[in-house]
């Protein structure tokens, strides 16, 4: 379908699915970000592979099941061997780029990568000001528990050093004549959520709507999910509008990184000659179920945007179940690649148009961070804690998943034919090796 282009990975840390003023969200300045969804298929319900950072990320990187690469948390290690799209793309005499936070966890590994810029190359390059402000910004008492106005510029984030980069190494491979695959992964809007003064300061904090919570007559909920509210308990309504206006603050500076990547391709030529995709690793709560971050299975935190724009094609939108790991071997189709046979995802090319998805496609979706589980169809989800259920809830008349059902007697068929299904799955993608922790 698009033999011979380029390639462009553009990844976020931490956004929502909903964070984008073109899906009508009041507070989200997506400018760039719309306009790469006029002219990309946009799928309304991608599931990542695991709601933290580093399995997240390996699974895109391998088109693997976090329990099949290793990677169950950010303290777990790949196991070896570990094949990515930039070794698939080797044979074909792509120039492979990898910048930002990629989250590697072996740093010896081969990742398929030519060059790889880290997140420090900012830190490196930074002013002592910066830094100075950045560190107490990122101090564990702010970090994750508040948000606002920072006075550093747009230029002293991690991301404006990415994007730069991310633009010279492009310029070198034009002017080579070489196709490249360039995966650029800026952290932002990753806490801590505070965005340069200027942009902090044009959210009207008054206007912003809190998130509706349980009701009172819902149950309490996992055990888990009451532990990791405590964090956040002390948090007045106040504090938690200027959490949330620091987010999409956040949100506003990191679609300005990736507007001077998107309009570096127009700049050179090569925009019709490149297919470009944007994701995230996982969402973030953004105070729903009174919490912010992710590490849990609420569809705040699991279900991600992605889009994917090959020149010549069509935009649109698709609504089918899609992972992750369906990435890896869309790309490889897309270019002519071998595929690898260690992927356990599936090509997303069917969908890359109008017509009706194949029929055996996925009924499900998969996640898991450690010893928690997630199986997804179109109406329900099961999440299971420690191989016992733990959730269930009705998504088609309890969207917000309020209401869990896992202890209701009529469900009971229900949660244990969704819990054989997740027995079959992590059975059937078991991992090759033992875990490295």
């Known amino acids: 379908m698009a033999q011979g282009k380029n390639i462009l990975v553009l990844m976020c840390d931490h956004h929502r ?118 560190d107490w910004e990122a101090q564990s008492l702010t970090r994750r528990r508040t948000g606002g106005p920072s006075p550093r510029t747009r230029e002293e984030y991690s991301g404006h050093c990415m994007a730069r980069r991310a ?41 912003i709507r809190l998130p509706a919570q349980a009701p009172s007559e819902a149950a309490p909920p996992h055990a888990l999910i009451l532990k990791k509210r405590k964090e956040w308990a002390h948090l007045t309504e106040v504090e938690i ?16 990184y990736i507007g001077m990547v998107l309009d570096a391709l127009d700049r050179l030529g090569i925009r019709d000659e490149t297919i470009v995709v944007w994701t995230v690793d996982h969402g973030d709560q953004m105070w729903e179920h009174e919490l912010f971050l992710k590490f849990c299975m609420y569809e705040g935190a699991v279900h991600v945007p992605l889009l994917i724009d090959v020149p010549g094609e069509d935009a649109g939108v698709r609504d089918e179940l899609v992972e992750h790991i369906d990435l890896f071997p869309t790309l490889c189709e897309l270019v002519g690649a071998e595929c690898p046979a260690t992927v356990q995802g599936r090509s997303l090319t069917p969908l890359l148009g109008t017509g009706p998805a194949p029929d ?38 309890d969207p917000a998943e309020f209401f869990n059902l896992v ?25 090759a090796s033992p875990l490295r922790a």
Not at 241 to 256: C, F, K, S, T
Not at 409 to 429: G, L, N, Y
């Open 167 to 207: 633009i010279a190494q492009i310029e070198e491979a034009v002017e080579k004549g070489e196709r490249f695959l360039c995966w650029t992964a800026f952290t932002e809007p990753h806490p801590p959520f505070y965005p340069p003064k200027e942009i902090y300061e044009l959210i009207d904090q008054s206007s």
């Open 360 to 397: 055996d496609w996925h009924e499900a979706v998969f996640s898991q961070i450690g010893n928690l589980q997630m199986i997804r169809t179109r109406d329900w989800k099961l999440n299971v804690y420690d191989g016992q259920p733990g959730e269930l809830y009705d998504l088609k008349n």
């Open 17 to 134: 699915f909903d964070a984008l003023r073109c899906l009508g969200n009041p507070l989200a300045h997506t400018p760039n970000l719309d306009r790469l969804a006029d002219r990309s298929i946009r799928f309304e319900h991608c599931y990542t592979q695991s709601p933290v950072c580093s399995p997240a990320r390996h699974s895109l990187a391998t088109g693997q099941y976090a329990h099949r690469h290793g990677v169950l948390t950010n303290n777990h290690m790949p196991h070896p061997g570990m094949v990515t799209i930039a070794h698939a793309l080797q044979p074909l005499g792509y120039r492979r780029m990898n910048l930002g936070h990629m989250h590697w966890k072996d740093p010896e590994m081969d990742t398929g990568y030519a060059s790889y810029t880290p997140l420090t190359a900012w830190r490196e390059e930074a002013s002592a000001r910066a830094l100075r402000v950045y």
């Open 407 to 431: 202890s209701a007697p009529e469900h009971a068929d229900r949660i244990a034919s969704m819990h054989a299904r997740v027995k079959d799955w992590e059975q059937a993608h078991a991992p």
């Open 241 to 256: 509008r200027q959490v949330l206006a620091g987010y999409y603050g956040m949100i506003n500076l990191v679609d300005g």
